[in-house]
Structure formats: structure tokens, C-alpha cells
């Protein structure tokens, strides 16, 4: 008689992805589900639904920080423009102070 049935099996490891806070952490798990795929440890249409949803929430998040890179640059060409143009007053109130007057 084989004593196979007596020894228990470890219950395989249930797949958890971790934090999804930023672009890194998304990047991060996407590599992860595709290595549990390779590897057997999860199913591949069950990877496939999570690394659809994770590829969709990294757009998000690269789009948002495209936005947040775009608002910031534009804050710096204003700032930019501002100080052009008072530097430009600068130089035009003191040309018309030296110029002699007629």
C-alpha cells in the first residue's frame, strides 16, 4: 500500500500582485504577471485579463504625467516670457533715460 495519500501537498501559492501607487509599481507588477505565466504559477488567461487591466492603468498614469509635465513646462515658458518682457522694460526705460533729451 502506498503511503502517497497520507502526506499532504502545499497548497499552491496564491498569485497577490502588490501596490499599485505609480507607473513603477505597474511596470513592475506587468513583469511579474507575465514571469507567473511563463513559469506555470499562474493561468495565462487569467494573466492575460491582469496584464490587459495593468497595461490600460499605465497608460492612465503616463498620460497623467504627461499632463503634469506639459502644465510645468508651461508655467516655465510663462515665467520665461514674464521675465523677458520686464527685462525688455528694463532696457527701454533705461535707453530713454540716457537718450538726450531735444
Known amino acids: 500500500m502506498s503511503k502517497d495519500f497520507d502526506q499532504t501537498q502545499a497548497a ?16 513592475k507588477r506587468l513583469a511579474k504577471t507575465i514571469r507567473a505565466m511563463a513559469d506555470g504559477t499562474l493561468d495565462s488567461q487569467v494573466g492575460a485579463r491582469i496584464c490587459n ?34 527685462a525688455a522694460r528694463e532696457r527701454t526705460s533705461t535707453y530713454e533715460a540716457q537718450r538726450p533729451s531735444r
Open 12 to 27: 499552491p501559492r496564491k498569485f497577490k500582485l502588490g501596490p499599485l501607487a505609480n507607473l513603477n509599481q505597474v511596470t
Open 53 to 86: 487591466g495593468l497595461g490600460i492603468m499605465r497608460a492612465c498614469l503616463e498620460t497623467q504625467k504627461l499632463e503634469q509635465l506639459e502644465a510645468r513646462m508651461d508655467e516655465i515658458a510663462d515665467r520665461i516670457a514674464h521675465e523677458r518682457t520686464g
